[in-house]
């Protein structure tokens, strides 16, 4: 199974931050990733497949970049309603994989 | 509008078995995946597998084989999931997700489904 390994797995920032989550496959996926947002109590949201393509109705300042095994998602400027967690999810193979989770934790 | 609504929540013994369901609507049922995906209590994701709701083909976690069996209801657009055996390390949330086969994502989630097992 291909493991996703995600950095780092918490961070605090502030309201107007721009942050970056990383995210790095241990064998090429070439674009097959999707980045999710999840929230307490509420089911994962997809925000970017295909590394960097946005999901309708997602802010444009969520975005992703990358291909092979290294991947980024950055938020331009953070707002309130995105303190939370994010989980990269790699879509080439069987078994699908996520990443640990990085926690978004207001500073 | 595109919704996937899951049974409600379940306490079982270990050894026993659950069966969750996920109740889809608002789009052609047949033309997606399934795909189900757990989160234990404080955790991660864990993909468990999917099912094609077109032709009932399944691709499951090696790890679930042989205590998962996923179905579908194409004539009440349902998808469920049974799992045997139970152990504590299964209690968790369990989401079911509309797969878009062609891109192979998972767009819409269920609520969740609470299982807890313990004696």
């Known amino acids: 199974a291909i493991r996703m390994t995600q950095s780092p797995s918490s961070f605090s920032a502030s309201t107007g931050d721009r942050v970056t989550i990383t995210c790095r496959a241990s064998?090429?996926?070439?674009?097959?990733l999707a980045w999710y947002q999840q929230k307490p109590g509420k089911a994962p949201k997809l925000l970017i497949y295909?590394?960097?393509t946005l999901q309708s109705g997602v802010p444009s300042r969520f975005s992703g970049s990358g291909s092979g095994t290294d991947f980024t998602l950055t938020i331009s400027c953070l707002q309130s309603e995105d303190f939370a967690t994010y989980y990269c999810?790699?879509?080439?193979?069987?078994?699908?994989?996520f990443g640990q989770g990085t926690k978004l934790e207001i500073k | 509008q595109v919704q996937l609504v899951q049974s409600g929540a379940e306490v079982k013994k270990p050894g026993a078995s659950v069966k969750v369901s996920c109740k889809a609507s608002?789009?052609?049922?047949?033309?997606?995946?399934i795909s189900w995906v757990r989160q234990a209590p404080g955790q991660g994701l864990e993909w468990m597998g999917w099912?094609?709701?077109?032709?009932?083909?399944?691709n499951y976690a090696q790890k679930l084989q042989g205590r998962v069996t996923m179905t579908t209801d194409t004539s009440t657009s349902t998808a469920y999931m049974e799992l045997r055996s139970l152990r504590s390390d299964d209690t968790a949330v369990y989401y079911c997700?509309?797969?878009?086969?062609?891109?192979?994502?998972?767009?819409?989630w269920g609520q969740g489904t609470l299982v807890t097992v313990s004696s």
């Open positions: 608002g789009y052609t049922f047949t033309s997606y995946g």
């Open positions: 099912i094609s709701a077109y032709n009932g083909n399944t």
């Open positions: 999810q790699q879509y080439y193979s069987y078994p699908r994989t």
């Open positions: 295909a590394a960097s």
């Open positions: 064998q090429g996926i070439s674009s097959y």
């Open positions: 997700a509309r797969e878009i086969s062609k891109l192979g994502i998972e767009d819409y």
